[in-house]
Every structure is written in C-alpha cells, then in structure tokens.
T-cell receptor
Framework: GQQLNQSPQSMFIQEGEDVSMNCTSSSIFNTWLWYKQDPGEGPVLLIALYKAGELTSNGRLTAQFGITRKDSFLNISASIPSDVGIYFCAGSSGGGADGLTFGKGTHLIIQP | GAVVSQHPSWVICKSGTSVKIECRSLDFQATTMFWYRQFPKQSLMLMATSNEGSKATYEQGVEKDKFLINHASLTLSTLTVTSAHPEDSSFYIC????????????FGPGTRLTVT
C-alpha cells in the first residue's frame, strides 16, 4: 500500500523560530493536505494543495505540493506557543472518494 | 462552516458488548464519510469509506462484521463496534467530505473507546 514518510518525527524549537517539515511518498498523490491535531481531538485542516508545484499560504503557514507529486513540505514562520501539537501530512490519490493516507506525524514542541 | 461532530466523545464498555458511535456533519451535506482509527502516539489509519445509501467499503484487514457502518442520511454515519474486546480500545475519528471541495475532509473531534 501507499506509504508516507514524514520527517522530522519531533522538533524542539524556541519560540519565534521557523519550522519546516516534509512528507515524501512512494507513489503519486493528486492532493496533499496538512492537518494539526491537539491531544484528544480530531485533526484540523490547515492547508490543502491540489496542483503539482502549487505553493499556498495560510497566515504564518506555507505549504507546497512537490513538482513530482510525491512530496510536500509545510513551513511555519515565527512560531508561537499555540503552534504546539502534532502535524500530519495526508495524501489522496483518487478522485475525492478515497480516504486519506496519513504520515506518522511531526510532534512540535516549543520551548519558551 | 464544515463542522463535524461525534457522539459520544468517550465511552467505556465491557468486553463482549457493542458500542455505537455517531458522526454528523452539522452545516453541510456529506455524500461520503470516512472512519479512521488512531492508536496512542500513532497516525490515523483509514478503516472504511461510507457513502450515503450504499454499503461501506472497508480497508484490507478491517472486519466488516465487527465494525458495522451505516450511512442513512447525508448528515449522519454510524459506526458500531460489535462484541468489543480490549484490543478494540482506540480513538475513533470520522471525517466528512463536502461536495463543494472534493479532496478536503473535515474531521470530527473523535471518540475514545475503552473496552474493559
């Protein structure tokens, strides 16, 4: 089956620093999505990417859909305490009727 | 918009009993809903895809007779864990796909199931 490799597994950063995480896939995806999950809650959609090469921003978040359609990255600029959580990439290879394949997550920890 | 709710948020049941979890799209109609399972410190794994008015499609390795899914309306899907066992204890999360954004899935807050 499809697998997503997400890295890093965890990040310990200082408040104010920029953050970068990425996902790579063994196969092509038509859509990349980035979610944030807080403990005991469901994932919240941050950014959705639909086209290869697409670069999309949402406030301090920027994500790109790799040109090969096998990778994506998420950047967070000027991190703040509320950015703490687990970030998941997710991909869809189908036409919208498919469930998502999730990466293993990046646990972001911000040190004051 | 695009709010998905789940009920209950947590449930404790005895081994051998059945538990029903509801997933509702509150402000949109969802032609397709998905059920995921998440074990502690792990990622979400797709269990099944639920289309309104038709039988659910289960992922490989997921027992359809154990995890019964019903999608009776465009705003409600239910997951019933039958004859639950301790190994079924997990965080169950549903998502709904809005027809307006085919690839975006909006997730519910999850249901924590503990089987004793």
């Amino acid at each position: 089956g499809q697998q997503l490799n997400q890295s890093p597994q965890s990040m310990f950063i200082q408040e104010g620093e920029d953050v970068s995480m990425n996902c790579t896939s063994s196969s092509i995806f038509n859509t990349w999505l980035w979610y944030k999950q807080d403990p005991g809650e469901g994932p919240v959609l941050l950014i959705a990417l639909y086209k290869a090469g697409e670069l999309t921003s949402n406030g301090r978040l920027t994500a790109q859909f790799g040109i090969t359609r096998k990778d994506s990255f998420l950047n967070i600029s000027a991190s703040i305490p509320s950015d703490v959580g687990i970030y998941f990439c997710a991909g869809s290879s189908g036409g919208g009727a498919d469930g998502l394949t999730f990466g293993k997550g990046t646990h972001l920890i911000i040190q004051p | 918009g695009a709010v998905v709710s789940q009920h209950p948020s947590w449930v404790i049941c005895k081994s051998g009993t059945s538990v029903k979890i509801e997933c509702r799209s509150l402000d949109f109609q969802a032609t397709t809903m998905f059920w995921y399972r998440q074990f502690p410190k792990q990622s979400l794994m797709l269990m099944a895809t639920s289309n309104e008015g038709s039988k659910a499609t289960y992922e490989q390795g997921v027992e359809k007779d154990k995890f019964l899914i019903n999608h009776a309306s465009l705003t409600l899907s239910t997951l019933t864990v039958t004859s639950a066992h301790p190994e079924d204890s997990s965080f169950y999360i549903c998502s709904a796909r809005w027809t307006g954004t085919p690839y975006e899935q909006y997730f519910g807050p999850g249901t924590r199931l503990t089987v004793t």
